[in-house]
């Protein structure tokens, strides 16, 4: 009887241990997902700022005038040519005239 | 001391218990055991049970119960036009609160408070601060960081913070009209961001949990709509119109790539929305549209099989319709064909036109184009159209070129890209279709007739005697008609007051894209010669916008087109990466 009461008190002190045990490291756990929930949250919230603070520096309206003056522009009919002849063609005819200003002395 | 000793003897059976006062005792002693014991354990199982129920036990069921009285929001889903750039974002904003009860002087936190809100109600927030019954009075929602640091630094007692989403716009202005606002509670009122709440669904959220799901794409192109609105603006400037409008549609998919209506507002400042002057232009207001409308007559009789586009019509005569006389501009000395009346905007030849086809024919086709039926888009309801009650002679006549009917300037550009795209209806709509997504091909018209107007087009802007001849762009096939169309008033049509505009499609050789830009009461100028007619100002404006969204639309210039330009020869045969891609 003795025997079977330490046994029983035994096993309630170490179930009363184990427990408690598991609980602080529940607790914790707790406290680490919360930690890490907010810092999830928190980064969330930054990743919205500076999503709308790109945006906001990307807009057309800030980007045109940047790139009009990095000399960009839309592309225009005359930077066609009809094939790499033609297109030999007209830097031969701009190096010729070129040359002929620069023999003229202009 | 008595001790009880148990004897087991040698080879026999154990002695027998004891009896009497001693065997008493140790019973007694066992059974104060076996309670003391089952005492423990219950004790012990209550300290495990509660462990347990402890740390089973959820927190946030507490912490939802304290916000579930304060402030309900709700988180949105972002806006991206349909190359994925952002056009509408939710960001958490303080939002100021005052406990009354924790107030210690009203008078110092109403006055400082309104030394950093100018426009802060002070009699009503006095009064609410007073009352004894109150826990709860919203200060100011949506403070920017800087607005909130400096509240804080106040350091009144009773005022306190809450965490809460806003909406915001990082383009500004840009697209107002289409986004629409949202109220205090972040709840979608107008516009695009109404759709939101009513179709794709947002999240009712406490305090600032931002929406996980994914954005809404819209059919815009940012680049497309700046570039718009950037010209219309000039355009405002240049010929000192009232305001403008305008509209950029994919004109087979009926997914439109540009609305634009100036004054514009801004999604941030809702009541900039109430000003009259700054109404949604291209979808919220009914116009008579003028010549433009010339293209529907046309196409009406192309289809019905009533005229070709060289049967040859005498519009010498100005033509009488109960009590008005139709007359044109420039009165022809001679017959016109069918697409001299366009190209020379005859208002007569339209008139013949009509009356060839007849009233059922011809209010038949403008039912089949859906220009007398309401329409909805993603952004609300488009105003409903305004008809003739009756539809005699004389209305037949004055609808053909273009009055008596008024209609939103998106349901006919939507009309005028099925008499473009050969023939098939078109939805407009704001969201991006996806590529591989089937669509509905209803056949309207012809395509035969659609192929016509795409040719009279292209000449009314190639020709020299073309109203639009200003439209042309080098590089691109661009064709148009215009419409200068007089503004009703008091007593009949305002003098020198007029709606000009100018509705194009490029590249004519297969049409992709429809342009329509509209000036409202624009003034004779240097710019403009002088004049206000829809030739001379919409027409430029709508070649400068093509000039400008070709590139970006992934339409280079073609060699053709700049061929037809300068009179150069190409060879188109080696030319094609050059062409659209």
Same mark, same amino acid.
């Given at each position: 009887?003795?025997?079977?009461?330490?046994?029983?008190?035994?096993?309630?002190?170490?179930?009363?241990?184990?427990?408690?045990?598991?609980?602080?490291?529940?607790?914790?756990?707790?406290?680490?997902?919360?930690?890490?929930?907010?810092?999830?949250?928190?980064?969330?919230?930054?990743?919205?700022?500076?999503?709308?603070?790109?945006?906001?520096?990307?807009?057309?309206?800030?980007?045109?005038?940047?790139?009009?003056?990095?000399?960009?522009?839309?592309?225009?009919?005359?930077?066609?040519?009809?094939?790499?002849?033609?297109?030999?063609?007209?830097?031969?005819?701009?190096?010729?005239?070129?040359?002929?200003?620069?023999?003229?002395?202009? | 001391?008595?001790?009880?000793?148990?004897?087991?003897?040698?080879?026999?059976?154990?002695?027998?218990?004891?009896?009497?006062?001693?065997?008493?005792?140790?019973?007694?002693?066992?059974?104060?055991?076996?309670?003391?014991?089952?005492?423990?354990?219950?004790?012990?199982?209550?300290?495990?049970?509660?462990?347990?129920?402890?740390?089973?036990?959820?927190?946030?069921?507490?912490?939802?119960?304290?916000?579930?009285?304060?402030?309900?929001?709700?988180?949105?889903?972002?806006?991206?036009?349909?190359?994925?750039?952002?056009?509408?974002?939710?960001?958490?904003?303080?939002?100021?609160?005052?406990?009354?009860?924790?107030?210690?002087?009203?008078?110092?936190?109403?006055?400082?408070?309104?030394?950093?809100?100018?426009?802060?109600?002070?009699?009503?927030?006095?009064?609410?601060?007073?009352?004894?019954?109150?826990?709860?009075?919203?200060?100011?929602?949506?403070?920017?960081?800087?607005?909130?640091?400096?509240?804080?630094?106040?350091?009144?007692?009773?005022?306190?913070?809450?965490?809460?989403?806003?909406?915001?716009?990082?383009?500004?202005?840009?697209?107002?009209?289409?986004?629409?606002?949202?109220?205090?509670?972040?709840?979608?009122?107008?516009?695009? $961001?109404?759709?939101? *709440? $009513?179709?794709?669904?947002? $999240?009712?959220?406490?305090?600032?949990?931002?929406? $996980?799901?994914?954005?809404?794409?819209?059919?815009?192109?940012?680049?497309?709509?700046?570039?718009?609105?950037?010209?219309?603006?000039?355009?405002?400037?240049?010929?000192?119109?009232?305001?403008?409008?305008?509209?950029?549609?994919?004109?087979?998919?009926?997914?439109?790539?540009?609305?634009?209506?100036?004054?514009?507002?801004?999604?941030?400042?809702?009541? +900039?929305?109430?000003?009259?002057?700054?109404?949604?232009?291209?979808?919220?207001?009914?116009?008579?549209?003028?010549?433009?409308?010339? +293209?529907?007559?046309?196409?009406?009789?192309?289809?019905?099989?009533?005229?070709?586009?060289?049967?040859?019509?005498?519009?010498?005569?100005?033509?009488?319709?109960?009590?008005?006389?139709?007359?044109?501009?420039?009165?022809? *000395?001679?017959?016109?064909?069918?697409? *001299?009346?366009?190209?020379?905007?005859?208002?007569?030849?339209?008139?013949?036109?009509?009356?060839?086809?007849?009233?059922?024919?011809?209010?038949?086709?403008?039912?089949?184009?859906?220009?007398?039926?309401?329409?909805?888009?993603?952004?609300?309801?488009?105003?409903?159209?305004?008809?003739? *009650?009756?539809?005699?002679?004389?209305?037949?006549?004055?609808?053909?070129?273009?009055?008596?009917?008024?209609?939103?300037?998106?349901?006919?550009?939507?009309?005028?890209?099925?008499?473009?795209?050969?023939?098939?209806?078109?939805?407009?709509?704001?969201?991006?279709?996806?590529?591989?997504?089937?669509?509905?091909?209803?056949?309207?018209?012809?395509?035969?007739?659609?192929?016509?107007?795409?040719?009279?087009?292209?000449?009314?802007?190639?020709?020299?005697?073309?109203?639009?001849?200003?439209?042309?762009?080098?590089?691109?096939?661009?064709?148009?008609?215009?419409?200068?169309?007089?503004?009703?008033?008091?007593?009949?049509?305002?003098?020198?007051?007029?709606?000009?505009?100018?509705?194009?499609?490029?590249?004519?050789?297969?049409?992709?894209?429809?342009?329509?830009?509209?000036?409202?009461?624009?003034?004779?100028?240097?710019?403009?010669?002088?004049?206000?007619?829809?030739?001379?100002?919409?027409?430029?404006?709508?070649?400068?916008?093509?000039?400008?969204?070709?590139?970006?639309?992934?339409?280079?210039?073609?060699?053709?087109?700049?061929?037809?330009?300068?009179?150069?020869?190409?060879?188109?045969?080696?030319?094609?990466?050059?062409?659209?891609?």
């Amino acid at each position: 009887m003795r025997l079977y009461i330490f046994a029983a008190l035994a096993i309630a002190l170490t179930s009363a241990f184990a427990l408690y045990g598991i609980n602080y490291d529940t607790r914790q756990l707790e406290r680490r997902v919360q930690a890490k929930e907010r810092a999830i949250k928190i980064a969330r919230r930054d990743i919205a700022v500076l999503k709308a603070e790109r945006a906001h520096l990307g807009r057309p309206e800030r980007i045109e005038p940047l790139a009009r003056a990095q000399g960009l522009r839309p592309a225009t009919e005359r930077q066609l040519f009809a094939g790499p002849a033609e297109a030999m063609a007209n830097v031969f005819s701009e190096t010729a005239q070129r040359i002929a200003r620069a023999s003229r002395g202009e | 001391m008595e001790r009880a000793i148990t004897i087991t003897p040698l080879g026999g059976k154990p002695a027998r218990r004891p009896q009497g006062k001693l065997g008493d005792t140790v019973a007694n002693g066992r059974l104060r055991m076996l309670v003391a014991s089952l005492a423990i354990a219950v004790a012990f199982m209550a300290v495990a049970g509660q462990l347990v129920r402890l740390a089973l036990s959820s927190q946030f069921q507490v912490t939802s119960s304290l916000n579930a009285t304060i402030a309900e929001s709700f988180a949105r889903p972002d806006i991206v036009d349909r190359n994925g750039r952002l056009l509408a974002t939710d960001v958490e904003a303080q939002s100021l609160f005052a406990d009354p009860t924790r107030v210690i002087d009203r008078d110092e936190v109403v006055e400082k408070l309104a030394s950093i809100f100018p426009d802060l109600n002070q009699v009503e927030l006095r009064k609410s601060l007073s009352s004894p019954h109150r826990r709860f009075v919203w200060i100011r929602r949506g403070l920017s960081p800087k607005t909130a640091q400096r509240i804080h630094n106040l350091g009144l007692p009773g005022l306190a913070f809450r965490r809460e989403l806003r909406r915001a716009y990082p383009g500004g202005a840009l697209a107002g009209h289409v986004l629409g606002h949202v109220n205090v509670d972040n709840k979608g009122v107008a516009g695009f $961001e109404r759709y939101l *709440d $009513e179709v794709v669904g947002v $999240e009712a959220v406490y305090g600032a949990t931002l929406a $996980e799901r994914a954005p809404a794409r819209l059919s815009l192109d940012i680049g497309v709509q700046h570039a718009v609105e950037e010209e219309l603006a000039t355009a405002i400037n240049r010929f000192r119109a009232r305001g403008a409008a305008g509209i950029v549609l994919d004109i087979d998919t009926g997914e439109v790539l540009a609305s634009a209506s100036l004054p514009d507002v801004d999604p941030a400042r809702p009541i +900039m929305s109430l000003d009259p002057a700054r109404i949604d232009k291209v979808a919220n207001s009914t116009f008579e549209l003028g010549s433009v409308f010339k +293209m529907v007559t046309v196409a009406m009789a192309l289809d019905n099989a009533v005229v070709s586009l060289d049967t040859m019509v005498d519009v010498r005569e100005p033509l009488t319709a109960g009590r008005f006389t139709i007359r044109d501009l420039h009165p022809a *000395d001679r017959p016109l064909s069918v697409a *001299d009346i366009f190209i020379r905007s005859s208002n007569v030849g339209a008139g013949v036109l009509a009356l060839e086809a007849g009233p059922q024919r011809s209010r038949e086709f403008l039912e089949r184009l859906r220009l007398l039926d309401p329409i909805k888009t993603e952004i609300g309801p488009i105003a409903a159209p305004q008809v003739p *009650d009756q539809w005699q002679e004389s209305e037949i006549i004055t609808t053909s070129y273009g009055h008596g009917i008024a209609v939103a300037p998106l349901q006919f550009a939507a009309a005028a890209a099925t008499l473009l795209n050969g023939g098939h209806r078109v939805i407009p709509t704001f969201v991006k279709r996806q590529p591989d997504a089937e669509r509905d091909m209803v056949p309207l018209i012809k395509p035969a007739t659609s192929d016509d107007i795409r040719r009279i087009m292209r000449r009314n802007v190639t020709d020299p005697k073309g109203t639009g001849k200003r439209a042309n762009v080098a590089g691109y096939p661009v064709g148009g008609k215009t419409g200068t169309a007089e503004i009703p008033g008091a007593g009949g049509y305002k003098k020198d007051a007029v709606i000009s505009s100018f509705l194009a499609a490029f590249p004519m050789n297969k049409p992709k894209y429809l342009v329509y830009v509209l000036l409202f009461e624009p003034k004779g100028t240097g710019d403009s010669g002088g004049e206000v007619f829809a030739g001379r100002n919409a027409a430029p404006t709508a070649g400068r916008i093509i000039r400008r969204i070709g590139p970006l639309l992934g339409l280079l210039p073609t060699s053709e087109a700049a061929a037809a330009q300068s009179n150069r020869v190409f060879d188109a045969t080696r030319l094609a990466k050059y062409e659209a891609r």
